[in-house]
């Protein structure tokens, strides 16, 4: 028996690891719509920015492929302007963020919660890739034009000896000169200093 003064506590209903299981799965699927409708505000907001500059788009010369102009999907769409640059949405699913990566990094080019605002600095970016590839091209022309137009270069005579080498060869054969009579004054000089001793050693004989 218990006593009138006891507390009689209830008995907790057992736990269960499917009901953990259930509320998981509860929490991860109201997670997964706030992602699935971040997502959607996101594409809805970049498909717009694609409209408004759809007559842009349409203006590029057909030769010019490095232009993307695609929305793609994903955690995060993106309008892709070409390979380095595009538009984001921010975190707050209402700010057009402009952006375009550089060796230094990425850098943000035009960001604003208005439309035309970034509407316009990609219609710049669009103009002044199309300006570069034009100058570019007229470059390539140019340098080809003056190509066809180089002046007719004449062949080289062939080389005409220079005074100085001849100099040198005669300055050459003058040495050989100078010592060649040095050497005959020197044996006329010897001739005579022991000629005497010379025609003793005949008389003598």
């Keep these: 028996m218990t006593d009138a003064g006891d507390k009689i506590t209830p008995i907790e209903p057992s736990r269960k ?22 997502r959607e505000a996101h594409r809805m907001r970049l498909d717009l920015l694609a409209s408004e500059l759809a007559p842009v788009f349409a203006d590029v010369p057909a030769d010019m492929d490095s232009f993307d ?4 999907s994903g955690l995060q ?14 975190r707050d699913r209402r700010t057009y963020r402009f952006l375009r990566d550089t060796r230094i990094g990425r850098v943000v080019l035009a960001e604003s919660t208005e439309m035309k605002v970034v509407a316009d600095a990609v219609m710049r970016y669009v103009a002044e890739r199309v300006v570069e590839r034009q100058r570019m091209m007229e470059g390539s022309v140019e340098s080809a034009v003056r190509g066809l137009h180089r002046p007719v270069v004449q062949e080289a005579e062939p080389p005409i000896r220079s005074e100085s080498g001849r100099n040198g ?37």
């Design 17 to 38: 690891l499917a009901d953990a299981v259930r509320d998981v799965k509860n929490a991860f699927a109201d997670r997964d719509d706030v992602v699935v409708d971040m």
């Design 69 to 72: 102009f695609a929305v793609s």
């Design 169 to 205: 060869w005669t300055t050459f054969f003058a040495g050989l000169g100078l010592i060649a009579a040095g050497a005959l004054v020197g044996l006329a000089v010897s001739l005579a200093l022991f000629w005497d001793r010379i025609m003793q050693m005949k008389i003598s004989f």
């Design 77 to 90: 769409p993106r309008l892709w302007i070409d390979a380095v640059s595009h538009v984001a949405m921010g």
